[in-house]
């Protein structure tokens, strides 16, 4: 491991690994690994996972070095990390709510505790955001981060079910600063390029990871619709834009990873993850004013769907945050 699960790190991490795939002998150590952030963890995690899961196949073992006991290896212990990707360590992966209100450990929404009749499916996902934010907001984290955390949270659960084929997304929350909110999500469904393949023909994976994160980019090319949930594609550009002004945003699908944080962008090529692992850093001085920011991208998104071929023009209620009670 490296000392570092910054998304670049990670995703070198992970290209090594699979580069090993084959080894007849092959041990993970752990004990050079000093910081650790959601996004990176479940980059990691979905490499170890799926390595493991082929080595098996081709009848080899994994084996993992002694794990000492540093800061960041008893985080991912008691996140349940050794246990997700098959490590007998730790802590098993939980419920979504433990009794530290700065973290959630990595959890999982199975699609079948979701009502899928109707537009049940997304109001169950707001359900769990709504307590979600709930949970971190009545104890350490100032209660007008509520509106933020919990449309994030949102958003990128329900693309993974909305694009992915997907029967369970698994997600990881750190929000130990009380103006700060680290989040991930990872699905192993059928990635990002084959997804929007369906609408834009075939696309690199370097193009597909840069088109999704677009306004206005989606599979769906069916009419406009009243409906407040309508797949419109500006769920990832809103989540990338808060993650360039306010953090970072980070997305690696299809063989391919991009960050953005600023002004700057980083790509990091020929990653052999299945699925999507998707994460958002947002670090917001005064939350209070989240609605007001959050409309600003959309309106500037909108703008610029215009011009681009294949786009919506027009955000859903669920992308604006203006959801009608159902």
């Given at each position: 491991?490296?000392?570092?699960?910054?998304?670049?790190?990670?995703?070198?991490?992970?290209?090594?690994?699979f580069?090993?795939?084959?080894?007849?002998?092959?041990?993970?150590?752990?004990?050079?690994?000093?910081?650790v952030?959601?996004?990176?963890?479940?980059?990691?995690?979905?490499?170890?996972?799926?390595?493991?899961r082929?080595?098996s196949?081709?009848?080899?073992?994994?084996?993992?070095?002694?794990?000492?006991?540093?800061?960041?290896?008893?985080?991912?212990?008691?996140?349940?990390?050794?246990?997700?990707?098959?490590?007998?360590?730790?802590?098993?992966?939980?419920?979504?709510?433990?009794?530290d209100?700065?973290?959630?450990?990595?959890?999982?929404?199975?699609?079948?505790?979701?009502?899928?009749?109707g537009?049940?499916?997304?109001?169950?996902?707001?359900?769990?955001?709504?307590?979600?934010?709930?949970?971190?907001?009545?104890?350490?984290?100032?209660?007008?981060?509520?509106?933020?955390?919990?449309?994030?949270?949102?958003?990128?659960?329900?693309?993974?079910?909305?694009?992915?084929?997907?029967?369970?997304?698994?997600?990881?929350?750190?929000?130990?600063?009380?103006?700060?909110?680290e989040?991930?999500?990872?699905?192993?469904?059928?990635?990002?390029?084959?997804?929007?393949?369906?609408?834009f023909?075939?696309?690199?994976?370097?193009?597909?990871?840069?088109?999704?994160?677009?306004?206005?980019?989606?599979?769906?090319?069916?009419?406009?619709?009243?409906?407040?949930?309508?797949?419109?594609?500006?769920?990832l550009?809103?989540?990338?834009?808060?993650?360039?002004?306010?953090?970072?945003?980070s997305?690696?699908?299809?063989?391919?990873q991009?960050?953005?944080?600023?002004?700057?962008?980083?790509?990091?090529?020929?990653?052999?993850?299945?699925?999507?692992?998707?994460?958002?850093?947002?670090?917001?001085?005064?939350?209070?004013?989240?609605?007001?920011?959050?409309?600003?991208?959309?309106?500037?998104?909108e703008?610029?769907?215009?011009?681009?071929?294949?786009?919506?023009?027009?955000?859903?209620?669920?992308?604006?945050?203006?959801?009608?009670?159902?």
């Open positions: 491991m490296p000392r570092s699960l910054s998304p670049e790190k990670a995703a070198g991490f992970a290209t090594r690994l580069a090993k795939a084959a080894s007849t002998d092959l041990d993970i150590e752990f004990g050079g690994l000093v910081d952030a959601p996004y990176g963890v479940l980059l990691a995690a979905a490499a170890i996972r799926q390595l493991v082929a080595r196949a081709m009848g080899l073992h994994t084996g993992y070095a002694k794990l000492p006991a540093t800061d960041a290896t008893l985080f991912l212990r008691k996140i349940g990390f050794f246990r997700f990707v098959g490590i007998e360590h730790g802590d098993w992966p939980r419920a979504i709510f433990r009794e209100h700065t973290f959630i450990a990595i959890s999982e929404i199975p699609r079948i505790v979701l009502d899928e009749t537009n049940r499916i997304q109001n169950d996902l707001k359900a769990i955001s709504d307590q979600v934010a709930a949970y971190f907001c009545s104890q350490t984290v100032p209660s007008d981060f509520a509106d933020p955390l919990s449309y994030c949270v949102r958003e990128l659960v329900r693309n993974s079910f909305e694009h992915a084929g997907v029967d369970v997304v698994h997600f990881l929350i750190d929000m130990s600063n009380p103006r700060s909110a989040l991930a999500i990872l699905d192993e469904g059928i990635g990002i390029a084959e997804s929007l393949g369906h609408a023909g075939v696309l690199t994976p370097r193009n597909a990871v840069t088109l999704a994160l677009k306004p206005g980019i989606t599979e769906y090319q069916g009419p406009e619709t009243s409906d407040q949930w309508q797949n419109t594609g500006f769920g550009y809103v989540l990338s834009e808060l993650g360039r002004q306010f953090g970072s945003f997305i690696c699908s299809s063989g391919s991009l960050t953005v944080f600023g002004k700057r962008s980083a790509v990091s090529p020929a990653i052999p993850v299945n699925g999507t692992v998707a994460g958002l850093r947002l670090h917001l001085e005064e939350p209070e004013y989240f609605s007001n920011i959050r409309a600003q991208i959309v309106a500037r998104g703008m610029e769907a215009a011009k681009i071929p294949g786009a919506r023009t027009q955000a859903s209620a669920a992308s604006r945050g203006k959801l009608l009670w159902t």
